[in-house]
């Protein structure tokens, strides 16, 4: 199966092998169903109010219902068009594409893993609570443009689970001071470290003993 991406102005097929004309037809099928779900998506958005939230405070609260709505996007595309899910950084381009109201810039646009829609699509893996209390649209991104973060979902699944804010001094840390001291701490420590190759508890206790030196 094949998906439709725009690459310096022009529409390209890409697939994992080998595409067949039936490949072809199938992505100019999903190219016209994506423009009018991201179409539908943003109206949506639109409507709620949320859309005016883009650059502005509060604006996490429109990022994880756009990633919540990307969510069941993939899900669909998948069963309906039959994608595997090596293919999701392919979709999620595909996705920007078609995005009129949404994008936040072309920087990005071409990054799969450091994508805005990336991240999107990851905070909408948590409740809503646990990301509102976590920290703005700005902490998130900055917290997940760490690499090594990205690589391993379960260390923002750690992150999520803690839910405290650390001392330092008899003071709280500021949501902006928390996200910067932890991200830089945990790309240090775990710069050499493949973490994807641990037990969760092994991960869980390297991330715990990385939090009480921050705490510290």
Known sequence: ??????EKGHKVYKTLGYMAYEDKKRADE???????????????????????LKGKPGAVKLWYLVGVELRNLWDEVRRKFNLPDTLIGVFLKAVYDNSQKL????????????SYFYYCYLIAGFPWN???DAGTWTEWVEFLDSKRIRDDNRIVEWFTD??????RNGKRFTKKQWFRSITRKIRNELRDIDTTVL?????????????RNVEG
């Open 1 to 6: 199966m094949s998906i439709i991406i725009d």
């Open 30 to 52: 999903l190219d016209e169903f994506l423009n009018k779900k991201i179409l539908q998506i943003e109206e949506q958005m639109a409507k709620s109010g949320l859309l005016k």
């Open 103 to 114: 994008k936040l810039g072309s920087g990005r646009a071409n990054r799969f893993k450091n």
């Open 130 to 132: 646990v990301v509102e």
């Open 162 to 167: 803690r839910k405290v804010m650390p001392l």
């Open 199 to 211: 037990e969760r508890d092994e991960l869980y206790h390297t991330l715990d003993k990385i939090l």
